[in-house]
């Protein structure tokens, strides 16, 4: 049977709807950057602070929370995607930083539902640390305790996936600047 | 450390963040404003980084979703034993507790009703925490039908006759623990906001994937929050009817 107490979990000096309200439009927001799905979203944030409601209680260090919630919500993601696929993990010396040349004004130009389908079609195990990376003030070694993979792992994700979100997002900006022209 | 070693640095730099502060970013900051074509590489990456993180920020949170968590945690914590909240007491009987626990798993270990509290608990919660976005909106009940068998969502169900005698609003698939979930519509006529027309709720699964479906006949009622429910099995399906209203609403359309 599993453990609830009036503080839902948490900490002394942490009650839970504090907690909630800190956090829960980031973790949704998180998990709507995973899963593309409103619902789906909904469902691995109520699941995070059920869990924490359950075993916050064991988290003895108050200042780790955050990652706690943000690493909680990752694994349940990855618990329900089930994807057993091995993800070949790159050094940093590998990654090329040539970024492609995508204008601040064109991403301007787009809403939040078009850079999220772009992310979608980024590799899988890049997402989620690209997500993190523009989401959150997080230093890269929080990101790193949040995906629970190196911080050299996480870097060379990092560029690897803002650069492949940057290509598509360019290349969907020339697509619709080339049918623009042809209606012109 | 050259132009092109300092982009390898400075991809990874986010200003307004605790990167200003990281010594690992110092020196090619530094060399940034001593080289022309750097410092205009990084200003332009400073604002596709920007104007980037401006979008994932704006991503919308649905509204209700924190009273939903909240309200949940008051549940669990209303139905949890007074017991269980006293942990100086049961340490105390802690040896005499375990064998009770011990005995009553045995006799009351997890059986099929838990699996169908909470596909009926899911279903509600989908509809309670905010109006249900539809795959398709039609009032046609036999369109409704054929989409769903279209997109292998169950589509051969039985619709209470009373149930059948309110307009259809439309469908959507939705899913649990990866199976198909068909969601059929309905308005009473009862429902006063346009915008919003939808206020009977049907959710027909494949009667196999909920353990502890109730046996043809022995419909459940469940009140869940603001919305009654009742549960049924026919043929090969099971059914959870919600409505927005007692338990005497729902049983006017079962």
């Not at chain 1, 070949?88 to 850079?115: F, K, M, T, W």
């Not at chain 2, 307004?16 to 332009?44: C, I, M, N, T, V």
């Not at chain 2, 169908?116 to 409704?144: S, V, W």
């Not at chain 2, 899913?175 to 198909?180: D, F, I, Q, T, V």
């Amino acid at each position: 049977m599993s453990h609830i107490d009036e503080r839902g979990g948490a900490p002394a000096g942490l009650d839970f709807e504090t907690l909630v309200e800190r956090y829960y439009r980031s973790l949704y927001q998180f998990g709507f950057s995973l899963t593309q799905s409103e619902s789906d979203a909904c469902d691995l944030t109520q699941q995070t602070f059920y869990i924490w409601a359950t075993k916050g209680h064991q988290l003895r260090d108050v200042s780790k929370v955050k990652t706690w919630l943000f690493t909680t919500l990752h694994r349940e993601f990855l618990e329900h995607r089930r994807k057993q696929t091995r993800f070949p993990h790159y050094e940093l010396s590998q990654v090329n930083c040539e970024l492609p040349q995508i204008s601040p004004a064109r991403i301007n130009q787009l809403d939040s539902g078009h850079v999220l389908h772009a992310l979608a079609r980024v590799d899988q195990v890049y997402q989620a640390p690209v997500a993190l990376f523009y989401l959150e003030e997080y230093s890269y070694k929080e990101i790193a305790e949040v995906l629970e993979v190196p911080m050299g792992t996480v870097k060379s994700r990092i560029a690897r996936g803002i650069a492949q979100l940057q290509k598509l997002l360019a290349s969907s900006g020339a697509a619709d600047q080339a049918r623009k022209e042809s209606r012109e | 450390m050259n132009s092109q070693e300092a982009k390898e640095i400075l991809v990874f730099y986010r200003p307004g963040s605790a990167d200003e502060h990281d010594p690992e970013f110092a020196e090619a900051l530094a060399l940034s404003k001593s080289d022309a074509d750097l410092g205009r590489w990084l200003q332009d990456q400073i604002a596709v980084h920007q104007a980037l993180r401006s979008r994932f920020q704006e991503i919308p949170v649905p509204p209700g979703l924190k009273e939903q968590i909240l309200s949940e945690r008051k549940a669990h914590i209303a139905t949890a034993p007074r017991l269980q909240r006293r942990a100086v007491l049961l340490a105390t009987v802690v040896a005499g507790v375990f064998v009770l626990l011990a005995v009553t798993s045995f006799y009351f270990r997890p059986h099929k009703g838990d699996s169908l509290a909470e596909f009926r608990g899911r279903m509600a919660e989908i509809t309670l925490r905010a109006y249900p976005k539809m795959d398709l909106e039609t009032n046609d009940l036999t369109q409704i039908r054929q989409f769903l068998a279209n997109k292998q969502a169950p589509g051969d169900y039985v619709v209470p006759p009373a149930l059948a005698k309110a307009s259809g609003t439309g469908c959507a698939i939705l899913k649990w623990r990866g199976h198909p979930v068909s969601m059929i519509c309905f308005n009473s006529g009862k429902n006063t906001d346009p915008s919003e027309p939808s206020d009977l709720f049907l959710f027909v699964i494949d009667r196999t994937v909920v353990a502890g479906a109730p046996e043809a006949g022995a419909a459940q009622f469940a009140q869940l929050n603001r919305m009654g429910t009742v549960t049924w099995s026919a043929g090969d399906k099971t059914y959870v009817l919600g409505g927005y209203g007692n338990e005497a609403f729902i049983r006017q359309y079962f």
